[in-house]
């Protein structure tokens, strides 16, 4: 096996893997810096070892900070019987932070010596450890014995504010807009591309998302438009609160125990959080009862449905319910002010499930999320919000904990019970 002592800049890592075999390739990589790109290029890499091989069974992924040396060297050392490869990867390593007694989250200097007796003996045949991390520390022994037995895969990128860092970032930025946009042979114009990156920020995985986003909204249009960024993107940075609704509605508990916590932290009032879950239950509640409707007369799979199809077949019918409601309300308020019938009533817009039908992408957002609750679970969750709304006013206990109930509750398979018990 060629021993190859370099490390590799992420944007090399194909390049690189063209010109080599799959022998030459070490048993032994260390890939660290931005988790985005080096998520990519694990990706990468484990596909070109194991090519056609079954990757269900050939990975083995084990979490850095909840395992210990002894399994992960046992590991990598258990021969599979079902797959002549094996792929060991440990996520987030803690190989460079400084132990103290008691952590969990990092290794001891006698783990570390554990490891070094491990790469010098040797790894199994057909089998390789793939370690990632955040940050390296080069100075550090296993550093440099992973630097002269195996790969490193560099996936860091500058965080200055120097211009040649902002550079960097900005061809980064742009590498993994052109990867995306593509696989759907669509592109970005200038301008729409600087609106992306002032509302998105250096941060991979939010462009990711919303790039994902402008390729559904535009449909079948082949260049994203400034005005596409613009109607799409911008409540992901002024909306604090969005980011929390939009990690329930796709049942993502742990996005939501973070944002919650991040509001706390920046000094939300509970109330605040509250009256935002309220509209959105109420919102979904809403949508459910008009999808019932479709279901009884139509086979419409909302889950599978692509923007351009729901503009086209459920849109109108969400706009003819909107005048409904609207004449239903203006005759109820009239009928009950006795106002002259020609004096304009003021119209609540949180009825309405299109309320600005030229703005449609999040209509069409909520229509989609909704398919993951039931009618039952989101008027169960209502009535603990009733029940919470009057505890915060009259009380004084741990909202924080109760609404944190609510997310892993919502947010389960099971999915959301009235939990009676006192917080």
Do not use: W
């Not at 086209?312 to 009239?334: A, C, F, G, M, N």
């Not at 309405?352 to 679970?377: G, M």
């Amino acid at each position: 096996m060629v021993q190859n002592k370099n490390t590799i800049k992420h944007n090399r890592l194909d390049a690189f893997l063209t010109s080599v075999q799959k022998k030459d390739i070490p048993d032994l990589v260390l890939i660290y810096g931005e988790s985005f790109l080096a998520k990519q290029a694990f990706k990468t890499l484990s596909s070109f070892l194991l090519g056609n091989d079954n990757n269900q069974f050939a990975l083995e992924t084990l979490e850095g900070g909840s395992v210990s040396m002894g399994d992960i060297i046992e590991q990598v050392s258990t021969f599979s019987l079902l797959v002549s490869k094996k792929i060991v990867t440990i996520k987030n390593a803690p190989l460079f932070q400084t132990h103290q007694k008691n952590q969990e989250f990092s290794f001891s200097p006698s783990d570390l010596d554990r490891l070094i007796d491990f790469i010098e003996k040797g790894i199994p045949e057909n089998h390789y450890l793939i370690l990632t991390t955040a940050q390296v520390d080069k100075r550090k022994k296993i550093y440099k014995k992973i630097a002269d037995k195996g790969l490193i895969i560099d996936c860091s990128v500058a965080q200055g504010a120097k211009k040649a860092d902002l550079d960097e970032q900005r061809f980064v930025l742009q590498s993994i807009t052109d990867q995306i946009l593509s696989k759907s042979r669509k592109s970005l114009d200038n301008k729409a591309f600087h609106a992306l990156v002032e509302l998105t920020g250096f941060n991979l995985d939010l462009l990711s998302q919303n790039l994902e986003k402008l390729i559904a909204y535009s449909g079948k249009a082949k260049i994203i438009s400034f005005a596409d960024v613009n109607a799409v993107v911008k409540r992901d940075k002024k909306d604090p609160i969005f980011n929390l609704t939009n990690a329930v509605m796709v049942k993502d508990v742990k996005n939501a125990l973070f944002y919650l916590d991040s509001l706390f932290n920046e000094g939300f009032h509970p109330l605040q959080i509250l009256k935002s879950f309220e509209n959105l239950i109420r919102k979904l509640i809403l949508v459910k009862c008009l999808t019932q409707k479709f279901y009884k007369n139509n086979k419409i799979h909302l889950k599978t449905l692509n923007f351009n199809s729901f503009k086209l077949s459920v849109l109108p019918k969400i706009i003819h319910h909107d005048k409904q409601t609207k004449i239903i309300i203006e005759d109820r308020e009239k009928y009950l002010s006795k106002e002259d019938s020609n004096k304009k009533t003021k119209i609540v817009n949180d009825l309405f499930l299109a309320p600005n039908p030229q703005n449609s992408y999040p209509v069409f957002q909520i229509f989609q999320k909704s398919e993951n609750f039931s009618l039952n679970e989101l008027n169960q969750a209502l009535i603990f919000f009733s029940d919470l709304d009057y505890r915060l006013k009259s009380t004084s206990f741990d909202a924080k904990t109760a609404i944190e109930n609510f997310i892993i509750k919502i947010c389960s398979k099971g999915g959301f019970e009235r939990d009676t018990e006192k917080y």
